[in-house]
């Protein structure tokens, strides 16, 4: 089993709607996970982080983190076209070495 | 601030030439790294350090080296390039968080490697 599990898609979803975009990982020692979006053909660019379990929300963008059931989530309110681009989870243990591990990222296309 | 800058933006390769890639960033940032990206396959560390004068492998060192002489400097040569190596390369860095672990990434916009 890959540490950390994300449907690659592509997701394409209308102009409006809500888009749910989910990773499973399966290192209970995890405990700082974030979202990263990157556009084509540039690089990656944090967009949300949390510690530990709960939700967090900014703006259009609520990151919900279940660690009982090695699961977290990335909600995207009112999508726009501009909100087109990979979307890439990623986490750490947060211990001395520990690198931090990427999924292989969600390519999402919202539809105007 | 420019965050972190690499170059080139583009390049292309013939079998066993050498090249080296460029990072820099101007955040003090203790952590640096390279990573490479293809289709199907996520990010992937190739070599990573955390300060001047300290370098280690990470998931696909072969084919490749590093030094880092300066905080903000971290190129990555490629010894012999081979096509197995055509791919986008990114530079990342950030602080080191407490306990040494490492914290949020900061990319930088990417090398386009072909090697024919």
């Known amino acids: 089993q890959k540490e950390v599990e994300q449907d690659p898609g592509p997701l394409s979803v209308p102009e409006g709607a809500i888009v749910s975009l989910n990773c499973t990982y399966s290192n209970s020692a995890f405990q700082y996970f974030m979202w990263y979006r990157q556009y084509s053909r540039k690089g990656p660019e944090l967009l949300m982080y949390t510690y530990s379990s709960g939700n967090k929300e900014d703006g259009r963008f609520t990151a919900q983190v279940d660690k009982s059931s090695k699961y977290i989530s990335l909600f995207i309110r009112d999508s726009q076209p501009s909100d087109s681009a990979t979307y890439l989870c990623?986490?750490?243990?947060?211990?001395?070495?520990?690198?931090?591990?990427f999924g292989k990222g969600t390519r999402l296309h919202i539809l105007p | 601030n420019a965050g972190v800058t690499q170059t080139p933006k583009f390049q292309v390769l013939k079998t066993g030439q050498s090249m080296t890639l460029q990072c820099a960033q101007d955040m003090n940032h203790e952590y640096m790294s390279w990573y490479r990206q293809d289709p199907g396959m996520g990010l992937r560390l190739i070599h990573y350090?955390?300060?001047?004068?300290?370098?280690d492998q990470g998931e696909v060192p072969n084919g490749y080296n590093v030094s880092r002489s300066t905080t903000e400097d971290f190129p990555l040569r490629l010894l012999s390039a081979a096509p197995s190596q055509t791919s986008v390369y990114f530079c990342?860095?950030?602080?080191?968080?407490?306990?040494?672990?490492?914290?949020?990434?900061?990319f930088g916009p990417g090398t386009r490697l072909t090697v024919l």
């Open positions: 990623a986490m750490s243990a947060m211990n001395r070495d520990d690198k931090i591990i």
């Open positions: 350090s955390v300060g001047a004068g300290i370098t």
């Open positions: 990342a860095s950030s602080y080191m968080g407490l306990a040494g672990s490492t914290d949020t990434q900061y």
